[in-house]
């Protein structure tokens, strides 16, 4: 038997350079290589408000990174390719202010705009060749057809431009007559300009398509048969005399029935004699309004309790992808989530929870679900951003979210919630869906309860914004029945920068943040909020035995002027109380009252002058 040699003989490897040291993020470069040897690299990156593209040579001295594409539009997924000398790069462009405060308003999807609204409103291609250390932008820039399908359509509210038209992932190749190809992927979704609410569960797929570019003008459009369908499909492109193949995978799982053909794709595409487009419609510049500043976050982030450091950190434990088919037009790809939390919303741990339906109905051996297993394993940066394995399980009036440390825990819609419950381990938990207004799903969710597997609950959605006073009558009474839950917010579809679930742990660990959700040591606030509160020595989230000598501690640091602080006994306002004018930090110990009955609990809501607010967990007090 022989060993393969640890090295090869004449095998060089040449010096190794950083190119960029962004303290923020830099994402998905790209590197092109002319007949020279010289090399280009292309990356974005984010700078604390927008995705911009940059590039770099390599061979050039001295010579930092370029801005090829800045601004307040989000521009990124970039490509470069070399046609002779000529270097071309392109880019997607999507809405400004990406992942800036939107909220849904459940029932209301119509108020998405093209610069107002999720992170999935609509993609476009540019092109632009570099000279002189610039992108200069086509005199016959890249059509866009469906632009005018869009301008056309008759129906549609005003003002929309761009909406639910979607060019994304484009590659270049050069076939083997030095000509540059675009291939990439589009589609259309005229439905989400009218007037109607947006019906779920649509989604009629992806088409891949590709364009020559001879230099001076685009080729017609060539279209595959088969559609990728959701945006965690991968293909990959190589050059041929003529034109180019294509691999891709295709088809995905569906609640009632798979695509009728899955699997991997491959074919190609030839222009033996340069057919031109005869009626181009081409993209103008988008005139981007200026970017939205974000409120600075709290300057609270660590606090101690019993001789104990504890560290805060931000989160959400309900977000969806396109592999949800309620909303994947709307809700993007794991790259567009994974991009948002990370660096827009600046989270430190994230729960991807899609449906469990929609995940090969719950199929834990499925493709689909070891895809994304990878996607958060891939995305953990140990003691900075933690994602766990999640989903939502849909079983009749009890929808829940499941968070987990294991990723063997995805399972279908049955059995009853109650049977689950048995099969998890302390590595698992529970959270319940918006609870929602009818009488069927209140019985549901409130005739059962379990204070270890289920530990949290949702006192705000951003996707369901004007019904959080119902959510609010769903906490109380689940209060008054006794049981123990912490409070968070989250954002379920749609919704961006608005539902933060906060913890307070001893590390920013993996392990030490998921113990610490278990154990209560929350609160939910819509922007990054300080919050404090503790009974003694003892957190909320925790149940106390009543002390006459002991007060509650309350502490707040806001990310606006605090506007009134209210503190809750038994489900009812018990103590307000309204800080100095403009005042971002509030701090107050209070006495509880006696304790007549068996057990009173507290908990604190706050709201800011700028509408901002946070719901701690309770302090339950005992005998």
Known sequence: MSLMPRSLSGLQISEQNILSNNPRGDWAPRIATNQDGKSFV??????GQSFNVLGRWLEKEGGGPIVLADGPLAQFRADVSFVGDKLFVLWEEAAANWGKDYEGGFGKWTDIEDHHGPLHKFRLLRVAEVIDGQAVQLSNSLPHSLIAHATAQKDKRGKLEHLGVFYERGQFVTDGQGRLWLVHRSFHA????????????????????????????????????????????????????????????????????????????FGGAELKDFDAEQTQ????????????????????????????????????????????????FFDGSYDDQFRYVIEVAEHDFVGITDHARDLSNGEVDSLVWRRSVKEVTRHRLNGRFIPYFAYERSQRQTDHNVISLKDDLLRPYEPHLQDFWKEIDGDTFTIPHNTGSSPAMVQALWSIHDNEKRPLMEIFQGCRANADQNMAAMVRLGYSKGYRFGLIASSDHLSTHRSFACV???????????????????????????????????????????????????QIAGT????????????????????????????????????????????????????????????????
Request: include cysteine; glycine fraction near 6%.
């Open 42 to 47: 292309a990356w974005d990156s984010y700078d």
């Open 190 to 265: 005229p439905h989400v300009r009218t007037s109607q609410a947006v019906a779920h569960h649509i989604e009629s797929g992806w088409q891949v398509q590709a364009r020559c570019f001879d230099g001076e003008k685009w080729s017609t459009l060539h279209s595959f048969e088969h559609p990728q369908r959701d945006g965690l499909q991968r293909m990959s492109v190589a050059s041929t005399l003529n034109g180019f193949a294509i691999t891709y995978t295709t088809g995905r799982t569906h609640r009632g029935h798979p695509s009728a053909k899955r699997g991997v794709f």
């Open 281 to 328: 419609v081409f993209l103008p510049p988008l005139e981007a309004p200026r970017l939205v500043q974000s409120s600075a976050p709290t300057t609270m982030t660590e606090a101690t309790v019993r001789g104990q450091m504890y560290q805060l950190s931000f989160g959400d434990l309900h977000r969806h992808t396109d592999l949800s088919l309620c909303f994947p």
């Open 504 to 554: 307070w742990s001893p590390e920013r660990a993996r392990e030490s943040i998921f113990r610490s959700l278990q154990a209560r040591r929350t609160y939910g606030a819509t922007d990054r909020i300080g919050l404090v509160f503790r009974y003694g020595q003892r957190w909320m989230g925790e149940e106390v035995k009543h002390r006459t000598k002991e007060s509650f501690f309350l």
């Open 560 to 623: 606006g002027p605090i506007k009134e602080v209210r503190v809750n006994k038994n489900g009812k306002p018990w103590k307000s109380f309204k800080p100095a004018e403009q005042s971002l930090k509030f701090d107050q110990s209070m006495a509880p009252d006696p304790l007549d009955g068996k057990e009173d609990y507290y908990f604190v809501e706050l709201e800011q002058s700028d509408g901002n607010r946070a719901w701690s967990s309770p302090i339950w007090l005992v005998r």
